[in-house]
């Protein structure tokens, strides 16, 4: 261990040099890397496993034999998760700059996300929200087009140095199609696992063993290219699934044991007291017909059990509430008074805007290297050497505004106040303030092309029709 800590020291002394794989202090910080990321990647499998609706309740629910075991799924992480996710990206990230000649990159990026799938930017933000954490890798396709791929942190691990530089990224993945491995001296059937390893310069190719199993690639961008997404420096145990799995595992397990108490009802025993049947045909003539014969000190009552359930639902209530005030969120089926004005209204979404701005800082960090990618990418193609800090990105809340209080707030205000810019930002149905800017210049030059031709004519007209009196 002293000396991976003094190769960590060294390289933060004099930099980025972090390259060969062929030395052997290189490949064992590479190693020391996959045992911390073992470390790690249990608690990301456990939070993905309440993601999917695999939790600890659920999975650890006490059957009772011969009695309803009915198992109630609610699963809060997915909601908030997608109700973040759809807030922050719902609406498209849009691109603006004041450059002409950045405006030319934005066009450019337009063609090249065109082929990328249209949720890529919203299954980005999903999974940066759930695991804290998370990394885009990038690469040249097939055809040389620029393309990205969202590798979870149970797939991948980036190493950073002191100055927050990437160093290498660990890439881990199964091959498509099962093979025969051997696994402590007997051969079974399973996919293999490979991993890859990116460097500034190479590409290197790895078994589990980080055995080398075919010749290295060239790394044709000019540093590790991966962007790394955190949200926090707590990483995985300030995730949304940490904070509220324990309520959502005690919801579920009362919401089980309240459905199956009602299932077992069915099952409800008829107590008989001081009678007697002589033979079992009596029993089954009495469900038929409906109809018993009860003697003197006979007595007849049904059997159940006796459940508080004001008691229950108080306790369920409180798990619910408890959950949305943790996860920052309100809940939507509350009843509320009718007259409440848009600005209330909108202030109860104040922790969960605050919780949101801070995902959209992290997605945006992730955006700039892209752009900054996608312009050494352009570069090598000799398309052009633009400056990716003049491009502006722009997140459009996906939620209700008022737009007639806006449109009337900025009637009443006074001129050379605010900018027909900032202005167009403040209406949600606006997501790209400059192209909608362009197109207001290009029809108020098209109409006042339009008046100036229609005065011509008229003007036009009137002089011919003077010189025609003149000559008369």
Same mark, same amino acid.
């Given at each position: 261990m002293?000396?991976l800590?003094?190769l960590?020291?060294?390289?933060a002394?004099?930099?980025?040099v972090?390259?060969?794989?062929?030395i052997?202090?290189?490949?064992?910080?590479?190693?020391y890397s996959?045992m911390?990321?073992?470390?790690?990647?249990?608690?990301?499998?456990?939070?993905?496993?309440?993601?999917c609706g695999?939790?600890?309740?659920?999975?650890?629910y006490?059957? !009772?034999?011969?009695?309803s *075991?009915? /198992?109630?799924n609610t699963?809060f992480i997915?909601k908030f %998760?997608?109700?973040?996710?759809? &807030?922050?990206?719902?609406?498209?990230?849009?691109y603006?700059?004041?450059?002409?000649?950045?405006?030319?990159?934005?066009?450019?990026?337009?063609?090249?996300?065109?082929?990328?799938?249209?949720?890529?930017?919203?299954?980005?933000?999903n999974?940066l929200?759930?695991?804290?954490?998370?990394?885009?890798?990038?690469?040249i396709?097939?055809?040389?087009n620029?393309?990205a791929?969202?590798?979870?942190?149970?797939?991948?691990?980036?190493?950073?140095?002191?100055?927050?530089e990437?160093l290498?990224?660990?890439h881990f993945?199964?091959?498509?199609f099962?093979e025969?491995?051997?696994?402590?001296?007997?051969?079974?059937?399973?996919?293999?696992?490979?991993?890859d390893?990116?460097t500034k310069?190479?590409i290197y190719?790895f078994?589990?063993?980080f055995e080398? !199993?075919?010749s290295?690639? *060239?790394? /044709?961008?000019k540093?590790?290219?991966v962007?790394?997404? %955190?949200i926090?420096?707590?990483? &995985?145990?300030?995730?949304?699934?940490r904070?509220?799995?324990?309520?959502q595992?005690a919801l579920?397990?009362?919401l089980s044991?309240?459905?199956?108490?009602?299932?077992?009802?069915?099952?409800?025993?008829?107590?008989?007291?001081n009678?007697?049947?002589?033979k079992d045909?009596d029993?089954e003539?009495?469900?038929?017909?409906?109809?018993l014969?009860?003697?003197?000190?006979g007595k007849?009552?049904?059997?159940?059990?006796d459940?508080?359930?004001?008691?229950?639902?108080?306790t369920?209530d409180?798990?619910?509430d408890?959950?949305?005030?943790?996860?920052?969120?309100?809940?939507?089926n509350?009843?509320?008074?009718?007259?409440?004005?848009?600005?209330?209204?909108?202030?109860?979404?104040?922790?969960?805007?605050?919780?949101?701005?801070?995902?959209i800082?992290?997605?945006?960090?992730i955006l700039?290297?892209?752009?900054?990618?996608?312009?050494?990418y352009?570069?090598m193609?000799k398309e052009?050497?633009?400056?990716?800090?003049?491009i502006?990105?722009i997140?459009?809340p996906n939620?209700?505004?008022?737009?007639?209080s806006?449109?009337?707030?900025?009637?009443?205000v006074p001129?050379?106040?605010?900018?027909?810019?900032t202005?167009?930002?403040l209406?949600?149905?606006?997501?790209?303030?400059?192209?909608?800017?362009?197109?207001v210049?290009?029809?108020?030059?098209?109409?006042?092309?339009?008046e100036?031709?229609?005065l011509?004519?008229?003007y036009?007209?009137?002089?011919q029709?003077?010189?025609?009196?003149i000559?008369?």
């Amino acid at each position: 261990m002293n000396s991976l800590n003094n190769l960590v020291f060294n390289l933060a002394k004099i930099g980025n040099v972090f390259n060969n794989l062929n030395i052997p202090e290189n490949l064992k910080l590479v190693r020391y890397s996959y045992m911390d990321y073992i470390t790690k990647v249990m608690e990301y499998e456990k939070i993905y496993e309440y993601y999917c609706g695999e939790s600890k309740a659920l999975r650890e629910y006490k059957m !009772i034999t011969s009695r309803s *075991n009915l /198992k109630i799924n609610t699963n809060f992480i997915k909601k908030f %998760v997608k109700e973040e996710t759809s &807030y922050t990206v719902g609406n498209p990230v849009t691109y603006e700059s004041t450059s002409d000649e950045e405006m030319q990159l934005i066009e450019k990026m337009k063609d090249i996300f065109y082929d990328w799938d249209e949720n890529h930017d919203a299954h980005l933000m999903n999974y940066l929200n759930l695991f804290t954490r998370i990394y885009e890798l990038y690469y040249i396709d097939a055809d040389g087009n620029f393309s990205a791929k969202i590798i979870k942190p149970t797939e991948g691990y980036a190493y950073r140095d002191y100055n927050g530089e990437t160093l290498f990224f660990v890439h881990f993945f199964d091959a498509e199609f099962e093979e025969d491995v051997e696994v402590n001296g007997k051969i079974i059937s399973a996919r293999p696992k490979y991993i890859d390893v990116y460097t500034k310069d190479f590409i290197y190719h790895f078994n589990d063993n980080f055995e080398e !199993i075919r010749s290295k690639d *060239n790394n /044709k961008f000019k540093r590790v290219p991966v962007s790394v997404g %955190v949200i926090s420096t707590e990483d &995985y145990k300030d995730s949304l699934a940490r904070d509220i799995a324990g309520l959502q595992d005690a919801l579920e397990t009362n919401l089980s044991d309240m459905g199956n108490e009602i299932s077992d009802f069915r099952n409800a025993y008829m107590v008989l007291e001081n009678c007697q049947f002589e033979k079992d045909e009596d029993l089954e003539e009495m469900k038929a017909k409906g109809i018993l014969e009860v003697g003197k000190d006979g007595k007849v009552k049904w059997l159940i059990k006796d459940i508080n359930d004001t008691f229950v639902q108080n306790t369920i209530d409180r798990y619910i509430d408890l959950i949305y005030q943790i996860g920052c969120h309100i809940n939507h089926n509350e009843k509320l008074q009718s007259n409440l004005s848009g600005i209330t209204l909108r202030s109860r979404l104040i922790s969960l805007e605050n919780k949101c701005t801070t995902l959209i800082k992290s997605h945006k960090n992730i955006l700039k290297n892209r752009i900054r990618f996608i312009c050494e990418y352009l570069n090598m193609k000799k398309e052009g050497d633009f400056n990716y800090k003049r491009i502006k990105i722009i997140y459009t809340p996906n939620i209700p505004q008022d737009n007639l209080s806006t449109a009337q707030m900025l009637s009443q205000v006074p001129d050379g106040v605010i900018s027909n810019q900032t202005a167009r930002t403040l209406f949600g149905f606006i997501t790209n303030p400059h192209q909608e800017g362009e197109q207001v210049k290009k029809e108020m030059e098209e109409n006042q092309q339009f008046e100036d031709e229609s005065l011509g004519e008229l003007y036009g007209d009137k002089h011919q029709h003077t010189e025609a009196n003149i000559e008369e």
